[in-house]
């Protein structure tokens, strides 16, 4: 059994269409683990093979209940989830990993969230530029993250250590070069 593309499948119906398998997602995002399973015809899934795909995913991108009889994804929606996030304090700096063909579009708007809840941004570079790698040619953006805070906006971090914000101002980017 492919585990990466069970994690690509999970991502997808936690995180974006669970309707598409007529799964209902708690406010929480939240999913119940059994209808999951039942629901699903690509692949053959069982909670071993989801306690598998969870513990063995590099990004932390799911988290499984207390009680093992859920499962959510911790970011990246396009559904509309509470996350239920508190707002932190975040290092100085923090970095964005983007594409260099968007580099124009983002030095005159800024970082927006796009369908996503949420502007995604990183303490380390290698994980910044492993997103940037999926959309082209990866760059790196260092956010005045400090600043941005003693300015008012908020951010938090999720539970595989990815923070958020809900958007990035131009006047907060340079590029890490």
């Known amino acids: 059994m492919d585990l990466k593309k069970i994690s690509k499948y999970l ?5 974006h269409q669970p309707d598409s398998i007529g799964l209902e997602l708690s406010d929480e995002g939240w999913a119940n683990i059994n209808e999951l399973i039942g ?5 053959k899934l069982t909670k071993e093979l989801i306690d598998t795909v969870v513990a063995s995913n590099d990004k932390k991108r799911f988290l499984v ?5 859920r499962i959510k994804a911790n970011q990246g929606h396009s559904v509309n989830v509470k996350l239920e ?3 932190m304090t975040p290092p100085d700096v923090l970095l964005h990993g983007t594409a ?7 030095f ?47 951010f938090f971090m999720t539970e595989n250590d990815v923070w ?3 958007e990035v101002p131009v006047e907060y980017l340079t590029l890490n070069v």
């Open 164 to 166: 958020l914000v809900d």
């Open 100 to 106: 260099e063909r968007f580099l124009d579009s983002i």
């Open 11 to 15: 991502s997808f119906i936690l995180r």
């Open 39 to 43: 629901k699903t015809r690509k692949f």
């Open 108 to 154: 005159r708007q800024g970082l927006k969230k796009q369908q996503r809840h949420h502007v995604h941004l990183s303490e380390t570079q290698k994980t910044a530029l492993s997103v940037g790698a999926r959309y082209g040619k990866p760059v790196l953006l260092k956010v005045d993250s400090k600043l941005m805070h003693e300015h008012g906006l908020e």
């Open 65 to 69: 209940s207390d009680d093992g009889l």
């Open 85 to 87: 996030l508190e707002p």
